[in-house]
């Protein structure tokens, strides 16, 4: 089994910046994609970012420019630092582990998920 746990959130002012961790613990999988996704009140659950365990990153449109996803293999840690925060990007964060061959950018390509944290950016 694999555990994830997301750390790092917090209330911060509309332009500010956090950075977001996320460990894994368990299983460890020698390919793999780690991903964050978010989830705002009312809304569904979207893709934010993405790393192949081959340094390949994906992103949302959204977060473009704004946000940095990297890892650390030898620590089983991925992070998300997102830079120029807006009101909009208010969610629950969740940390993600896919060991399925399918679209990083979907909820249903990830078999492992964290407790997500909460990310406030107000106005």
């Known amino acids: 089994q694999v555990q994830l746990v997301e750390s790092g959130g917090g209330l911060v002012q509309a332009g500010g910046s956090l950075r977001l961790s996320c460990a894994a613990s368990g299983r460890t999988f020698s390919s793999k994609v780690m991903g964050w996704f978010r989830q705002a009140p009312g809304k569904e659950r979207e893709f934010v970012a993405a790393i192949r365990w081959s340094d390949n990153t994906y992103y949302a449109d959204s977060v473009k420019g704004r946000f940095t996803i990297s890892g650390d293999n030898a620590k089983n840690t991925v992070y998300l630092q997102m830079n120029s925060l807006k009101p909009e990007d208010t969610a629950v964060y969740y940390c993600?582990?896919?060991?399925?061959?399918?679209?990083?950018?979907?909820?249903?390509?990830?078999?492992?998920w964290g407790q997500g944290t909460q990310v406030t950016v107000s106005s």
């Open positions: 993600a582990l896919s060991t399925l061959y399918m679209p990083v950018a979907t909820v249903a390509g990830y078999d492992y």
